[in-house]
DNA sequence: ATTGTTTGCTAACGAACGTTAGGAACCAGT
DNA sequence: ACTGGTTCCTAACGTTCGTTAGCAAACAAT
């Protein structure tokens, strides 16, 4: 059983509502009064549950880099797989993330400039680090011969760019479901890397 | 000669340094105090040559969206010709435009969203029909053979995630210089998608 | 019964916001 | 010399911002 109310903490009311809010209108174009509005209370009622509004996009922010980290550390676990292999466990749990959890995602990919120093700063770092790990991955699949492609930071590029995308286009009511959308994408991406990639339908 | 001063116009010098600002900070969190200072005048006397704030935002993304159209407009002129070839020369267009003017382009894809009406609908519709026509040209280059995906609808979504990614990570001071980054990117995402392509190079 | 936690209110603070009014300096063309 | 346009200023307007203080109701645990 749980110790907390059976519906949502207020505070995970407060964090869901200004995860949708900033990702439909921005974060620095919501106010606290609006969220409050969407939350049926008063502004300064929020102040019973966050010390500030940027405490919420900090939460949001890093709380989704340790879901993408998290999934990247399970999706190269294995060190003995070939480094084809970890980027297809890699973008596919990527994927995932971002799919169950759409509105952070765009939070995450699209509002971290506006947290303050040292977060930023920390932030900026995690990012680095992941991005790097994928270019790794790509460079290490082009070096075993199991990935083909004339420039690897640039398919790199590529990759995130569509990866990053992905939160602009998907719609939850789509045709597929989200392990469809993930394999699709994932076929899809790795398809034009690899020298002879079968699909697993 | 020139009947305007040798220089830029202060209109111009402000819609230029709005542009670079409302890139970094962001539309929302960039106030008419920082564009002032950063043009080394006081906040009042920018209302001089502007009516508001939001008229620096519409210029910006309408003078943009003017030159990808006028682009598309240019790829697509010769009616005769296969529709892999408007492809590329819509493609080279669009990233000529990119790198061109990148930070006014990154306003054009990132900030449209804080136009109020009806300003905002008028700039839905002209991105719907840009992003059509590059949907269209893709399903016909399938249908006449000379591309080749299995989902031409997901094809476009990468290429104008690929597209719109370029703002994000091209730098002047690169060691590719524009016409090349062009040639490159254009290649690239043609080459994933031709059955039979080669590059110029 | 009491205590502590959660939740929310009203009222207001100082700061920052976009914007305007009114005036002044400068400069080009007549 | 005069005129009209460009440019910028100071001062202030009304509004909205994030946030706080102080208080109160509801409820669970002891």
Redesign the pocket.
């Known amino acids: 059983m749980e110790?907390t109310?059976p519906t949502l903490?207020?505070?995970a009311q407060i964090d869901q509502t200004a995860t949708a809010l900033f990702r439909r209108r921005g974060y620095a174009a919501?106010?606290?009064?609006?969220l409050?509005a969407a939350?049926?209370?008063?502004?300064?009622?929020?102040?019973?549950?966050i010390?500030?509004?940027?405490e919420l996009l900090h939460r949001i922010c890093f709380r989704v880099a340790d879901e993408f980290m998290a999934g990247l550390r399970a999706a190269t676990a294995d060190d003995l797989a070939p480094a084809a292999v970890h980027l297809r466990l890699a973008i596919d749990s990527h994927v995932r993330v971002l799919i169950r959890d759409t509105d952070a995602s765009a939070v995450f990919l699209h509002e971290w400039r506006h947290l303050s120093e040292p977060a930023l700063s920390e932030f900026v770092q995690l990012q680095r680090g992941y991005e790097a790990a994928f270019r790794d991955m790509i460079a290490r699949g082009v070096a075993d011969g199991a990935l083909r492609t004339p420039d690897p930071a640039f398919a790199t590029l590529t990759l995130f760019a569509s990866l990053t995308w992905l939160p602009n286009w998907y719609r939850p009511d789509g045709k597929l479901n989200p392990d469809q959308i993930a394999e699709r994408l994932t076929d899809q991406l790795l398809g034009g890397l690899a020298t002879d990639y079968n699909p697993t339908t």
Chains 1, 2 share one sequence.
């Open positions: 110790s109310p903490s207020r505070k919501t106010s606290m009064r609006e409050a939350l049926g209370i008063e502004a300064g009622s929020i102040y019973s549950h010390r500030s509004k940027e």
